[in-house]
């Protein structure tokens, strides 16, 4: 990293000529690392301009390799890396679920259609073309390579890889089916079956094709994972709700538990249950299971018991649970070694503005180790299957996003953590296209809100801003809301671009704040759960409010010439500031925004009726723009992909009909067949060529 900084120096007149957003969105975009069960080897994900495809290192050269051979900028994404038990193969999923109608993605608008099908490379070190095995999604191979269990229609199929017949049928069943976790032995597959109002986990006997219900309830169960010798299973119960909690804050619930379970009888007893208060409602981490079985017969899991996400551990026979990372932080991504004794995870202890690596014991008999420091951010933490190094991903505030990998000291070693300084696993990670040196360094900053709160925000100053300068300034609302930007490029592939247009934003003589309203993560459960959120009254507008008074009462800011940008809840935030506050706002990039939180709500839950509860309902739309729409006067960009599965393409489409009638100046950015997340790399290109360009054009320089 301090070698990619040494290159930062340009004078500040050639920085402003050589950004573009062609050079921003330059830069590949790793993600998905998955490391093999045995061998060493880690392969991941790289979207290099809308090209993705698979690489792999293994020791002991740790050479990069790319796997694939995708060549197009077509949509089709790749996922679900499941490693063959012995490292020698590799399923993969390419393309995207469908849509409510059947549709899978297709962005690219290929006459010929998509798919979402799992494909196998049988051996990583032989080369050679992927085998498609059909379409499907979540592929889970059989503890003895014999074959690959994977979801189809709602039914799991198996695929006999020793056979190569087609693929049949193994469970027909219920509700919507998901979480194939295989017993270590083979002889059985658990797996969790939605049934709307409550959820049961189910074993497979494989061998007698019988399905056993693992002590079912009116609750909600998830998360099953095997012990190591496979005579027990662990979940998560939830107890049942008819409540609606979507977009609404939840700061405490009927607790919930973890059980342990017989999968032979089905059987089951809970070891362990949250307190009443603050964290008896679930929020978990990221990981590939909420529960993770470790050695000395321990389970590790996440709980805000402090308010705070942390992760404890209790015994898996029951009993108190052990807090392993003590303190005010969040604790985000996290993976489990392979011997089951040491937790990876990154968090923002320390530097809340940022995400660092650490690992700590699973019996927290000694506390978290740090594995990073400074001014980087770092995430995903995977740990090889021999222990021989941690391979991540890391950014900075001028760098993007990159693979790195740290090789460890052998175990029982003296000496530091970490065993030496991580390394980038490719020769040129940052691509010379790419305007590192141009860009600016971000700061953090407090913003008080209308209602008085302090609100965390990130600055952008331009390069080159002399005394008693005033610029246009725009301010900038991430979506989710469960989310929180970085002092930093961000670790998921559409903040990441968003930072760029930030960072471009202020090369081109913006002054640019990045708002971390309430609602969003990072900052603690009662941050995070803010009262009156979302569809239950807005608070986050205040925080609207107060970053365009914050950014009005700069003497380096024009007042008149004040915008804001975000997409989807960003987007919302942004109608809502310009319907309610366009004396303050002066114009906005509205992109796939929620405009009525009863038509968003009921994307996410179809069963929604707003006649159940009419105060509710009223409240609701009350929260919305579409309520506000007769103060709206700024002109405004929309932005909106037409097979968006997140925020329906009608809420833009009412929006538009709206400010029509009241006369508004509305542009429009349409792409045909493109979802929330924009897979062409071409139309991210657009997008935020179109949001600079109109908010240069309507703000000016």
């Known amino acids: ?73 077509d949509g089709q994404e790749l996922g679900s890396l499941a490693w063959a038990p012995d490292g020698s193969g590799l399923a993969f999923v390419r393309g995207g679920s469908p849509n409510r109608q059947g549709e899978h993605p297709n962005p690219a608008s290929d006459p010929a259609g998509a798919e979402q099908a799992i494909w196998y490379l049988p051996s990583i070190q032989g080369g050679g073309e992927p085998q498609h095995i059909g379409s499907g999604s979540s592929p889970s191979f059989r503890p003895d390579g014999s074959g690959i269990a ?22 027909r ?30 074993v497979l006997d494989v061998a007698s094709r019988r399905i056993r219900w693992v002590d079912p309830s009116v609750d909600r169960d998830s998360n099953p994972v095997w012990s190591p010798d496979g005579d027990r299973l662990a979940f998560i119960r939830t107890p049942a709700s008819s409540e609606s909690r979507l977009f609404r804050p939840v700061r405490e619930a009927e607790p919930w538990s973890i059980r342990v379970a017989d999968p032979g009888t089905g059987e089951a007893r809970e070891i362990w249950r949250g307190h009443e208060g603050v964290g008896s409602a679930f929020w978990g981490m990221s990981a590939e299971n909420q529960l993770l079985w470790g050695g000395d017969d321990r389970i590790v899991f996440p709980w805000e018991r402090t308010g705070w996400l942390l992760l404890y551990s209790v015994p898996a026979s029951g009993g108190s649970a052990t807090l392993l990372t003590p303190g005010a932080f969040e604790v985000e991504q996290v993976t489990l070694d392979p011997e089951g004794r040491t937790v990876y995870f990154n968090s923002n202890q320390d530097d809340i503005d940022r995400r660092h690596l650490w690992r700590v014991s699973v019996d927290g008999s000694s506390p978290p180790q740090p594995i990073t420091r400074g001014s980087g951010v770092e995430w995903a933490p995977t740990p090889t299957s021999g222990g ?30 970490d065993g030496g300084a991580p390394r980038s696993l490719l020769p040129d990670p940052v691509p010379s296209s790419f305007p590192s040196a141009a860009l600016v360094e971000p700061e953090a900053v407090m913003v008080s809100a209308s209602d008085g709160m302090e609100v965390p925000a990130q600055l952008f100053l331009p390069p080159g801003l002399a005394p008693g300068e005033r610029r246009p300034a725009v301010a900038f609302f991430h979506g989710g809301s469960r989310r929180q930007m970085l002092l930093g490029f961000h670790y998921m592939s559409y903040y990441h671009n968003t930072y760029a247009l930030n960072q471009y934003l202020a ?33 986050e507008f205040h925080d609207v409010m107060g970053a365009g008074l914050y950014l009005r009462s700069r003497s380096d800011v024009d007042p008149e010439r004040i915008g804001l940008w975000g997409g989807s809840y960003g987007g919302y935030l942004t109608a809502m500031g310009l319907a309610s506050a366009s004396d303050l706002y002066a114009a906005g990039v509205d992109v796939h925004g929620v405009h009525d939180w009863n038509v968003g709500i009921q994307t996410f839950r179809p069963d929604y009726n707003p006649l159940e509860d009419p105060e509710a309902t009223r409240v609701a739309f009350e929260a919305s723009p579409m309520s506000r729409l007769d103060g709206w006067r700024s002109p405004v960009l929309v932005i909106h992909g037409d097979d968006d599965r997140n925020v329906r393409f009608v809420e833009t489409v009412d929006l538009v009909e709206e400010l029509r009638k009241r006369d508004v100046e509305v542009e429009q950015l349409v792409l045909p067949d493109e979802v929330h997340g924009f897979l062409l790399h071409e139309n991210w290109l657009a997008v935020l060529g179109a949001t600079a360009e109109f908010l240069v054009r309507r703000l000016g320089r």
């Open 173 to 202: 069943a219920r509700g919507g089916v998901g979480s194939l976790r295989w017993s270590p032995d083979g002889s059985r597959l658990a797996f969790v079956s939605n049934r709307g109002t409550h959820a049961f986990v189910g």
């Open 507 to 539: 090369t081109q003589g913006f002054v640019v704040l990045s708002v971390n309203f309430r609602s969003g993560t990072g900052y603690g459960m009662e941050f995070r759960e803010a009262l009156g959120y979302g569809a239950t009254g807005a608070s």
């Open 150 to 171: 994977f979801l189809r229609g709602g039914v799991v199929w198996f695929h006999d890889l020793t056979s190569g017949s087609e693929a049949e049928a193994l469970i």
């Open 1 to 73: 990293m301090l070698a990619l900084l040494g290159l930062l120096a340009l004078p500040a007149a050639a920085q402003q000529a050589s950004v573009t957003i062609e050079g921003l969105m330059s830069a590949p975009f790793p993600e998905q690392l998955t490391a093999a069960p045995v061998g060493g080897a880690v392969a991941w994900v790289r979207n290099d301009e809308g090209v993705r495809n698979i690489w792999m290192v293994a020791p002991p050269s740790w050479e990069a390799v790319r796997l694939t051979a995708y060549e197009a900028d």
């Open 388 to 417: 021989e190094a941690l391979v991540f991903l890391r950014a900075a505030g001028r760098i993007p996003a990159h693979e790195a990998i740290l090789e460890l000291p052998p175990e029982g070693a003296v000496g530091p953590v």
